[in-house]
C-alpha cells in the first residue's frame, strides 16, 4: 500500500491555547484509519489543516509524496480531500440540488439544471437513498443532512475522505448502512479517515487507528494489535477518571408530569407532537434520540426559553404550564444548558461573577444596591474548592477556561440551591473522560440526594450507565421508555427510529 | 387619470427600484449596506456631470455605475477585507456621500442637460391603461424591468448567483465548496452599489434632469427598508418600489388638486406608508420562515473557531 497522505510535526496554535503540539501520521490508499481521541485532543482542529480551513503554524503535509501547502479550502479539495465537518457545511435555505451544486467543480457559469440534476439522481439511486433534489435541507433529518454532505464529497470525485464523528446523530442501524458504505468505498480504492471516541465503532470499521492525547500523536496501531483495552489506555494514560456508584432508591411519587405537549419552532413546525413524559422523584430519566427529534425543545420548555402552544406540564399536582406559574417553578429547576459558552455563562465575566448569577439578588451578595465583594470572593473560593475547579488568576474572564472547567463552573452554580429536577442537556458534550466521570458523579450523587434528573445524551452507553430509566423521543413523540438493565442496543435503536416495541417497560 | 397616476407611480418607484435591486445583492451576499442613499447622490451627481460634459446620456449612466461601483468598494474592503462593523462603514459612507456631492455639485447646480426622453414600444404602448405606463417610457426604465429579471436569473439560474447566495447564508459551507467568499461577497457590494447609482442617476438624467443638493431626499432609506418588504427577492423589490412610487404619484395629485390637507402631511405619507409596510412584513416574516440571508451582517473569519 502506498500512503497518499502523510503528515509531519503539525502544530497549531489558537490565542491562549495549543490545539496541536505535535501531531505525525499517514494514510495508505485504500484504508479506514481511526483517529481516535478524547474530546479536545485536536483531532477536528487537525482535519480542519487538511482541509485548509486552518493554515498550521509549523509541519508539512505531503500529497502521494510531494509536498503541499493549502492556503485555502480550495487548494485541499483540487488535491482530492474532502470532508464532512461534525457541524455540517450546509446552507440550509437552500434546496438539496443547490448544496450539492456548490460542491462540484467546474460547473459552467450557465449550467444546464437537467443534465446536473440527472447526475445527482444517479449517485443517490447508486446508494439507495430517499432524498428529492428540490426540498430545502432545513426540512431534512440530521442524518440525511450527513448523507448530502457524503454526497457532495462523493460526486467531487474525493480520494480521501474525512469523516468527523459522523455516528453521532445516527441511530445504531443507521452507523451500520454507513460503515458499510465505507467499506465499500474502501475497496474502490478510497481512502478514509473517520474520527470518532466510540470504541465499537472504531473496533469495527478501522485499518489503523492513531491515538491523539492533548494535540500529540502517541501510537499507529494496526489491525489485529489493538483491542478496545489497549486503545482506551493509550487515550486515557494516567488520567484519574472519578469514580461514584449508584444506589437504586427510585419512588414512585411523581415530580413532573408532562401531557400531550406540543411546541412548534420558529418555521412553524412541531418540535414536540403531543409528547408524555413523566419523572418521578428521584430518578435518573435518560431521553435518547437521534439529535433533532426534539430533546431541545424539551429543556428549552423546562427551563422557561420556550413557550408551550398545547398539553399540560404538572409538577406534583400543581399545573406549572401558564407562564407564572411557571417561571417561579423554573426558578427552582437547574439547568445544564447544550451550547455552554453562549446560554451557560457570561464568557466575559469572571469565576466569581458567573456563579452568582443565579442568586445574584438574595442579601447575601449585596449592601443595599451595592455588590458585597467580599461575600461573593467568599463564595467562589468555596465552590472552586468544592468542585475541583482551575479557575486562574483572580478574575480570569470564564472563557479562557478549558470546557470541563464552564462546566464544572455552571454545575456549581445550577446545584447551588439544592434544585428538586436537573434538566441536562448534553452535559459531557466536549468533555474530556475525567471531566465527563465528574459530571456522571455530580448527577448520581444528586439523585442520592433525592434530586431528579432529565438526562439528554446522544451517546448511549452513557445513558444505559446511568439512567434508571430511558425515554425514547422520535420526531417529537415518546416512543416508550426501556429499562437500561434490560434493554439492549438494537432495541434502543429501533424505537430511535420510531418502531414501537411490542413490550414496552 | 388613472393612466396618468400609474404612469406617474413607475416614473416616481424607478430610482427606488434601481437603489431596492442594488442592495438586495448586497445583502444577498450578507453585507448590510446602509450607505444606499449616499451612493445614490454619488450616482445622480456622477452621471449629471458626466452628461453635461459629455452630452451622452449613456455616458453618464456609466459613469454613474462606475463611480458608485469604486465609492461601494470602500464598504467593500472595511467589510469584507478588513471584517469590520457594516452598520458604521454604511452610514459613514452615507453622510460621505451627502458631503462629497454638496462639495462637487456647487458648479453644477443650476446647469441643465436633456434628459432621457419616452420611447413608445409599438403595439405594447397601445394597450389600455397599462400600456402607457409600462411601455410609454424612457430607455432607464425599460432597463430597470430587464434588470429585476436579470437579477432574480442571476441569482437562481448561474453557478455565480448560488456562490453569491450561499456566501451570504452560510460563508462556511461555501468555502469549504471551495468558493472563495471575500470575492464574492466584494463584487456583490460593488456591483450592487452599482446599481443603486443608476438609481441616483435616474433622479437627475430622467425625473429631473438637473442637479440638486441631496436630490434622493430619503430614496435610498426607503430602499433599505423595501428590501426586507421584498424579501431579498427582484420580483417584490418591483412590488415595494412601484408601491411607494405610487403614493408619491398620489400625494401630488392631491398637492395639484388644491386640497386643504397640508403639503407637508402628504409629503409625509409615502415614508409613512414604508414603516408601516415595514411592520406589517417584520410581523409576517416573524411567523412563518424567514427569508433573510443566515449569515446577514456577519463578518467571515475562516480561523475564528465557534
Known amino acids: ?505 | 387619470m388613472l393612466e396618468i397616476l400609474l404612469d406617474a407611480t413607475v416614473r416616481a418607484g424607478t430610482p427606488i427600484l434601481f437603489a431596492t435591486l442594488g442592495a438586495i445583492i448586497n445583502e444577498r451576499a450578507g453585507i448590510i449596506n446602509l450607505g444606499i442613499e449616499g451612493l445614490m447622490l454619488i450616482g445622480a451627481l456622477a452621471g449629471f456631470s458626466a452628461t453635461y460634459f459629455s452630452g451622452s446620456l449613456l455616458v453618464g449612466v456609466v459613469a454613474a455605475f462606475c463611480v458608485t461601483f469604486i465609492a461601494g468598494s470602500f464598504h467593500a474592503l472595511i467589510t469584507v477585507q478588513l471584517r469590520g462593523n457594516q452598520i458604521v462603514s454604511g452610514l459613514a459612507l452615507t453622510m460621505f456621500g451627502v458631503g462629497v456631492t454638496a462639495l462637487f455639485g456647487k458648479g453644477m447646480v443650476g446647469l441643465t442637460i436633456v434628459g432621457f426622453e419616452r420611447v413608445a414600444i409599438p403595439g405594447l404602448s397601445q394597450i389600455p391603461i397599462i400600456g402607457k405606463a409600462f411601455f410609454n417610457q424612457d430607455m432607464l426604465i425599460y432597463f430597470s424591468f430587464l434588470l429585476v429579471f436579470l437579477v432574480w436569473f442571476f441569482f437562481y439560474r448561474t453557478r455565480w448567483g448560488l456562490g453569491v447566495r450561499s456566501v451570504g447564508e452560510n460563508p462556511a459551507a461555501a468555502d469549504t465548496c471551495g468558493f472563495s467568499v471575500s470575492l464574492y461577497r466584494f463584487f456583490a457590494v460593488t456591483v450592487g452599489s452599482g446599481f443603486v447609482g443608476i438609481g441616483g442617476a435616474y433622479l437627475s438624467l430622467a425625473s429631473t434632469p438637473m442637479w440638486i443638493e441631496n436630490m434622493s431626499a430619503g430614496r435610498g432609506w426607503i430602499a433599505v427598508a423595501l428590501v426586507i418588504f421584498a424579501g431579498w427577492s427582484s420580483q417584490r423589490a418591483m412590488l415595494g418600489a412601484y408601491l411607494f412610487g405610487g403614493i408619491t404619484a398620489m400625494q401630488l395629485r392631491f398637492q395639484a388638486m388644491g386640497t386643504t390637507i397640508s403639503a407637508h402631511i402628504l409629503q409625509m405619507l409615502p415614508y409613512f406608508f414604508t414603516i408601516l409596510v415595514l411592520v406589517i412584513s417584520t410581523h409576517r416574516l416573524q411567523k412563518g420562515a424567514s427569508q433573510q440571508p443566515e449569515g446577514l451582517g456577519l463578518p467571515y473569519d475562516r480561523e475564528d473557531r465557534k
Not at chain 1, 462540484?104 to 444546464?112: A, E, H, Q
Open chain 1, 1 to 505: 500500500m502506498s500512503d497518499i497522505l502523510h503528515i509531519e510535526n503539525i502544530r497549531k496554535t489558537f490565542p491562549g491555547v495549543i490545539a496541536l503540539d505535535d501531531v505525525s501520521f499517514s494514510v495508505a490508499q485504500g484504508e479506514i484509519h481511526t483517529l481516535l481521541g478524547e474530546n479536545g485532543a485536536g483531532k477536528s482542529t487537525l482535519m480542519n489543516v487538511l482541509t485548509g480551513l486552518y493554515h498550521p503554524d509549523r509541519g508539512h503535509i505531503r500529497i502521494a509524496g510531494e509536498q503541499i501547502h493549502f492556503t485555502s479550502p480550495r487548494d485541499s479539495l483540487a488535491c482530492g480531500i474532502g470532508m464532512v465537518h461534525q457541524h455540517f457545511m450546509l446552507v440550509p435555505a437552500h434546496s438539496v440540488f443547490e448544496n450539492i451544486l456548490l460542491a462540484l467543480d467546474k460547473v459552467p457559469n450557465f449550467y444546464s439544471r437537467k443534465t446536473y440534476q440527472a447526475k445527482i439522481q444517479k449517485l443517490i439511486d447508486e446508494f439507495d437513498l430517499d432524498l428529492d433534489l428540490d426540498t430545502p435541507v432545513w426540512k431534512l433529518s440530521i442524518g440525511a443532512q450527513q448523507w448530502i454532505e457524503l454526497i457532495k464529497l462523493l460526486m467531487r470525485d474525493c480520494q480521501l475522505l474525512i469523516l468527523d464523528e459522523p455516528t453521532a446523530v445516527l441511530t445504531p442501524q443507521e452507523s451500520e448502512r454507513l460503515f458499510n458504505v465505507l467499506r465499500k468505498l474502501r475497496k474502490q480504492g478510497k481512502s478514509i479517515i473517520f474520527i470518532s471516541h466510540k470504541m465499537r465503532e472504531v473496533m469495527e470499521v478501522s485499518d489503523r487507528v492513531t491515538i491523539l492525547k492533548k494535540g500529540r500523536s502517541i501510537a499507529t496501531r494496526t489491525r489485529g494489535d489493538f483491542d478496545e483495552s489497549i486503545l482506551a489506555s493509550l487515550m486515557i494514560g494516567k488520567d484519574k477518571i472519578p469514580q461514584w456508584q449508584k444506589t437504586l432508591q427510585m419512588s414512585d411519587e411523581i415530580v413532573l408530569d408532562i401531557q400531550k405537549l406540543s411546541v412548534r419552532n420558529d418555521r412553524g413546525l412541531s418540535d414536540l407532537d403531543a409528547f408524555n413524559l413523566q419523572l418521578k422523584k428521584g430518578e435518573i430519566l435518560g431521553i435518547a434520540g437521534v439529535a433533532g427529534n426534539g430533546q431541545k425543545a424539551l429543556a428549552e420548555v423546562l427551563t422557561g426559553l420556550k413557550n408551550t402552544n398545547q398539553g399540560r406540564i404538572l409538577a406534583g399536582q400543581k399545573d406549572i404550564t401558564n407562564s407564572n406559574a411557571r417561571y417561579s417553578y423554573i426558578a427552582g429547576i437547574a439547568h445544564i444548558p447544550e451550547d455552554r459558552k453562549t446560554i451557560g455563562i457570561a464568557p466575559d465575566m469572571s469565576v466569581d461573577e458567573n456563579l452568582i448569577m443565579k442568586s445574584f439578588k438574595s442579601g447575601s451578595f449585596r449592601n443595599w444596591i451595592f455588590q458585597n465583594k467580599r461575600a461573593i470572593r467568599r463564595n467562589a473560593e468555596e465552590k472552586i474548592e468544592q468542585f475541583a475547579i482551575k479557575s486562574g488568576p483572580d478574575g480570569t474572564p470564564l472563557r479562557y477556561l478549558s470546557g470541563g472547567n464552564i462546566q464544572k463552573v455552571i454545575i456549581a452554580r445550577e446545584l447551588s440551591e439544592h434544585p428538586a429536577v436537573l434538566v441536562a442537556l448534553y452535559p459531557t458534550r466536549g468533555l474530556d473522560i475525567g471531566s465527563a466521570g465528574y459530571v456522571h458523579k455530580v448527577i448520581a450523587d444528586g439523585a442520592d440526594r433525592g434530586m431528579s434528573t432529565i438526562l439528554i445524551a446522544e451517546d448511549l452507553d452513557e445513558l444505559l450507565k446511568l439512567s434508571d430509566r430511558i425515554a425514547v423521543m422520535f420526531r417529537g413523540q415518546l416512543v416508550g421508555y426501556v429499562d437500561p438493565r434490560k434493554t439492549t442496543r438494537e432495541e434502543i435503536g429501533l424505537m430511535m427510529s420510531g418502531e414501537t416495541p411490542g413490550d414496552s417497560a
